[in-house]
C-alpha cells in the first residue's frame, strides 16, 4: 500500500511533473516501500519523463527494461534505446536489436543496420542472447566475420584449470544450441526428443555426485545451463536423470532449477501441497536454502513455497511471522495467490487494526486485476459497490458555471458524492485529503457525525482516479476541519441550501 511520500509521488507524475513521473518510474523499476515491483508500469512512467527530456529516464530504460517488456510498447520505446546504445550501455544494445530484428513491424534501414551492429557488439562481448540472434539471424545471408565465429564457436564447458580426469570434449555449436531453444518455444515435447542426445552427452561429462559441482569444479555456460533445466522440467520427476539435471542446473545458478530443487527436498508443489514424489525424507533445511536462493534472483514463487512451509505444523521452525513476511514478499513481486492470501489475512484482522481493511482492499484488488475471481468476490464484502447518491440526482441539475466558481469547494464535495455515492452527510464532513488511499476512498466521518459508519469505496477507473486528484489538490492547502474555512456542518449544510435556493432549487429543498 503506497504512504503518504509515494501518494505524492503519484500525484504528480499524473498532473505531468517529469521529476514525479521518473521517481514513480523508479520506485516501480527498484520497488518501493509501499509500492510493488512492477517493471511494466516501470516503463510507463520511465518514457512518459523521458518524452520530457530527463536523461536519466532514457538511462534507466536501456540500462534495465528487458526485451519481453519493452516490445509491448513499440516503436516509442526504439528511441530510449537507441539513446542509451549511443551512450555505451551495452544492455542497450541487445534490446535494440532485439526490437528491431525480432519484433518492430517497420524500421529504417540505417536503423537495422545499427541493429545488426549493437548486436554484433553484443555478441563480441560474450552474451549469450545475442549470439543466439546472431545464429537465428544468419540464414542464406552472407555472414560478417562476427555472425561466422557466432555461428561456429564451440562452447567448451568451463572448468578450472586442474581439471578432473572425467573432463570429455562435449562442447557444441552455438548455432545448434539456437535451435533448440526454438524448438522449445514452438513443441516441449519435440524439443526433449532433440535434445536428449546433447542431454546424455552433457551429464557423461559431469560429476555423477552434484557435490563436486557445487565445489566449482564443474561449471557449465549459460546455454548447457538452460538446457538442463529445460530438460529437468520436461522428463518425469520421479527419473533419476532428471534429478541430476535438476541438481546440476541449481549447483550452476539456474533460478528454476533451485525452485525445483528447493520444492523436491520439502516434497511440495508450489502451492504448498504434499506430492507423492521427492526425497524419501523431507529436508525442510535444504528446500529452504535453494528456494531462497531462487527467490533472491527474482522468483515470487520460491518466496510463496517458503510461506508454506513455515505454516506447515511438522516443520520445527515453524513460523507465522516468519511465513507472513515471505508472503508478502511474494505478494509484492506480483505472485497472485500470494496477493489474495495478504488480502484476506488483512481482512481478517480489521478489528485489531483499523486500517486492515484498507491494505486488504489493496492486495485484493492486485489479485482481481489478475483474474483470481476469489479475490473480485472477497472485495465486494471489503468495499460495497456504491450506489448511487439519490439526493445528488436532482441537484446536479442545479449547478451552472457560476455557481460552481463561486463555491468551488462545495461543487467539488457535490461531484464526490455523484462519483462514489456519498450521502449528503458523507459529502459535506469528508476530510478529502485523509480519505484518498491512492486505490480508494476511506469514508469515515464518526467524529463528526456519530449516526455515519466507516466504509470504503474502490477506485476502479481512471475517470474516477483523474477527478480524484484533481478535488485532492483543490482541498491540499484547504483546512477541512469544523474550524476551518468550510465551517461545520451546519454551516456547511446552510451554503448547500443557499445555493439551491439561488439556483430556484425550493422545490427540492422541500423534496
Excluded at 169 to 197: H, I, K, T
Aim: charged share 25%; glycine share 8%.
Amino acid at each position: 500500500m503506497a504512504n503518504r511520500e509515494e501518494l505524492g509521488i503519484i500525484r504528480g507524475a499524473r498532473a505531468g511533473d517529469a521529476d514525479c513521473q521518473l521517481a514513480l518510474g523508479k520506485l516501480y523499476l527498484f520497488g518501493g516501500a509501499g509500492l510493488p515491483l512492477n517493471v511494466p508500469t516501470a516503463l510507463h512512467w520511465l518514457s512518459r519523463a523521458a518524452r520530457q527530456d530527463l536523461d536519466e529516464a532514457w538511462r534507466l530504460i536501456g540500462s534495465h527494461i528487458p526485451f519481453d517488456i519493452a516490445r509491448h510498447s513499440l516503436p516509442e520505446v526504439l528511441r530510449w534505446y537507441e539513446r542509451a546504445y549511443d551512450e555505451g550501455i551495452a544492455h542497450a544494445g541487445l534490446v535494440l536489436a532485439q526490437l528491431v530484428l525480432q519484433a518492430a513491424p517497420q524500421d529504417s534501414p540505417a536503423l537495422r543496420d545499427k541493429a545488426r551492429l549493437a548486436l554484433q557488439s553484443a555478441a563480441h562481448a560474450g552474451l549469450v542472447e545475442a549470439q543466439w540472434l546472431l545464429a537465428q539471424q544468419g540464414g542464406d545471408r552472407p555472414l560478417s566475420p562476427v555472425l561466422s565465429a557466432a555461428r561456429s564457436v564451440r562452447m567448451p564447458l568451463v572448468r578450472r584449470p586442474a581439471a578432473p580426469a572425467w573432463r570429455a570434449d562435449n562442447s557444441v555449436g552455438m548455432a545448434q544450441y539456437a535451435e533448440l531453444e526454438l524448438l522449445w518455444q514452438r513443441d516441449p515435447a519435440a524439443f526433449l526428443e532433440q535434445a536428449r542426445p546433447l542431454l546424455r552427452q552433457l551429464l557423461a561429462g559431469a560429476p555423477a555426485d552434484a557435490e563436486a559441482a557445487r565445489a566449482g569444479d564443474w561449471l557449465p555456460g549459460p546455454p548447457q545451463l538452460l538446457l538442463l533445466s529445460r530438460c529437468a522440467e520436461l522428463l518425469p520427476p520421479a527419473d533419476a536423470e532428471a534429478q541430476q539435471c535438476r541438481e546440476l542446473a541449481a549447483y550452476g545458478g539456474d533460478r528454476n532449477a533451485q525452485l525445483a530443487l528447493g520444492l523436491w527436498f520439502a516434497r511440495m508443489d508450489g502451492a504448498g501441497r504434499r506430492q507423492s514424489h521427492g526425497i524419501a525424507a523431507v529436508n525442510f533445511k535444504r528446500a529452504i536454502r535453494w528456494l531462497t536462493l531462487a527467490g533472491e534472483q527474482g522468483l515470487a514463487e520460491a518466496w510463496f513455497a517458503l510461506s508454506r512451509i513455515y505454516l506447515k505444523p511438522e516443520f520445527s521452525q515453524r513460523c507465522v511471522a516468519e511465513a507472513q513476511s515471505y508472503l508478502e514478499r511474494a505478494a509484492e513481486m506480483g505472485h497472485c495467490g500470494a496477493q489474495l492470501e495478504c488480502g484476506m489475512y488483512a481482512w481478517r484482522n480489521r478489528r485489531t487494526d483499523e486500517q486492515s481493511d484498507v491494505r486488504a482492499a489493496y492486495w485484493l484488488q492486485k489479485a482481481a486485476a489478475q483474474g483470481c475471481e476469489e479475490a473480485e468476490t472477497a472485495l465486494a464484502r471489503v468495499a460495497a459497490a456504491p450506489q448511487e447518491a439519490g439526493w445528488m440526482t436532482s441537484i446536479v441539475t442545479c449547478l451552472t458555471r457560476e455557481l460552481l466558481e463561486n463555491q468551488p469547494l462545495l461543487a467539488a464535495r457535490l461531484e464526490l458524492a455523484a462519483l462514489f455515492g456519498l450521502s449528503r452527510a458523507e459529502a459535506l464532513l469528508l476530510d478529502v485529503k485523509a480519505a484518498d488511499q491512492g486505490h480508494c476512498l476511506v469514508v469515515d466521518i464518526r467524529a463528526s457525525y456519530g449516526r455515519s459508519k466507516r466504509r470504503l469505496v474502490l477506485l476502479r477507473t481512471a475517470r474516477e482516479r483523474q477527478a480524484l486528484d484533481r478535488i485532492v489538490r483543490l482541498f491540499e492547502s484547504i483546512d477541512s476541519g469544523p474550524d476551518g474555512l468550510e465551517g461545520n456542518y451546519r454551516q456547511r449544510l446552510y451554503r448547500l441550501k443557499t445555493w439551491l435556493t439561488s439556483a430556484g432549487g425550493d422545490a427540492l429543498l422541500a423534496a
